[in-house]
């Protein structure tokens, strides 16, 4: 028996889910274990820390996340769905549109039309910098878009896969969503370490919004995963990580022991060992998936993502869908995400003209 994923709340829990846990983390990124234990106790982080603010603090995980849906439907309304490049490609105006939101300027030809498409550049609580990463910075400030034939760099950085979801959400053949997570991940990621996480992560997530469990999903998407080049550091870690599957929780030191989690292939193996250890309990899931020395944001981020899919909106703590800053665009987009499956028109109206801002105003 299959679970249908394909609604309303569990799109809105894959992505508030993912914010969620980007905003529990963010505040102990770059901590130490030891640091993070005598600031929240022996366990660690427990609830969201607004850190003097009304609302908990997504950081450009989320944003970027948020940018990527966007550049997805407005492609798609432009019936670009056809062209993986291309589709590709409005994903990276996308981003030169989250660049602008980091008080950044592209040398991008086009960047001057770019910014008409869509609504997120106007959403004044997007107009903050939030540690972006250095890679995600420079390959959106670059002239052209890196592909897997051209890449633009080697960056191995998780920058490429903390922000993929969406394309697991949008695209349902987990062939054709790794191809288009690789190639989305890669324009600003050129080693494979970077861009094939990307890939790998948007096909479980297609396999979890078709209705299978987290384990199969992955079980399935490991051959797809060995039919690309540079494979084997990727599966070798993630098949390290499964080996943990069905002992007591993982511990900030065993998660460690899949590095820091600030490349692709690491924060890959550490995020979907957590949600494996979560069971139907996301609260415990993205606790494990934040709680260790390194990137502590972009685990819970993808932790967040799987768990809040798998389970639902309704999983996810009342107080923690109210405590996380921008739940409402979240919640727009992931509604926007499931209309363009129903094809429904009133996304392509949003998404599919330069007048799209103006349907949100």
């Known amino acids: 028996m299959t679970t249908n994923r394909r609604t309303r709340g569990h799109f809105q829990g894959c992505l508030l889910g993912g914010a969620i846990g980007d905003a529990l983390g963010w505040p102990i990124e770059f901590d130490p274990w030891d640091s993070i234990r005598r600031r929240y106790g022996p366990e660690g982080i427990q609830e969201l820390d607004p850190r003097g603010h009304r609302l908990a603090q997504v950081t450009d995980d989320t944003q970027m996340t948020l940018f990527t849906a966007e550049g997805l439907l407005v492609g798609l309304a432009q019936g670009l769905d056809r062209d993986p490049r291309e589709l590709a490609d409005m994903v990276h105006q996308a981003y030169l549109r989250w660049l602008s939101t980091q008080d950044e300027t592209s040398r991008h030809p086009d960047f001057a039309e770019v910014q008409h ?13 939030r540690a972006p990463g250095n890679t995600c910075l420079a390959g959106t400030r670059s002239q052209v878009a890196g592909s897997r034939a051209h890449p633009l760099n080697d960056s191995a950085g998780c920058g490429a896969l903390m922000r993929m979801a969406p394309v697991g959400l949008i695209v ?11 190639d989305c991940g890669a ?26 469990e987290l384990r199969p999903a992955i079980d399935a998407t490991i051959p797809i995963l060995k039919q690309y080049e540079g494979h084997k550091p990727v599966l070798d870690l993630l098949e390290r990580a499964l080996q943990t599957v069905g002992r007591p929780l993982p511990s900030p030191e065993v998660l460690h022991g899949f590095g820091g989690g600030w490349q692709g292939h690491e924060a890959m193996a550490i995020s979907l060992c957590c949600a494996l250890a979560a069971g139907e309990d996301f609260a415990r899931g993205v606790r494990l998936a934040v709680n260790h020395s390194g990137d502590s944001d972009s685990t819970g981020s993808i932790t967040g993502n799987l768990l809040g899919l798998l389970l639902g909106l309704e999983a996810i703590p009342q107080r923690w869908r109210d405590g996380v800053e921008l ?7 992931a509604t926007d995400l499931l209309q363009r499956h129903e094809d429904s028109t009133g996304w392509r109206a949003r998404y599919g003209s330069r007048q799209a801002e103006e349907s949100r105003a």
């Open 172 to 182: 349902a053949d987990p062939v054709a969503a790794f191809a288009l997570g690789a």
């Open 187 to 212: 324009l600003t990621h050129g080693s494979p370490s970077g861009y094939l996480p990307a890939g790998f992560f948007a096909a479980v997530i297609a396999r979890l919004v078709a209705g299978e």
């Open 327 to 333: 739940a409402a665009e979240i919640g727009g987009l």
């Open 117 to 129: 498409h869509g609504w997120l550049g106007k959403v004044a609580a997007l107009q903050v910098r």
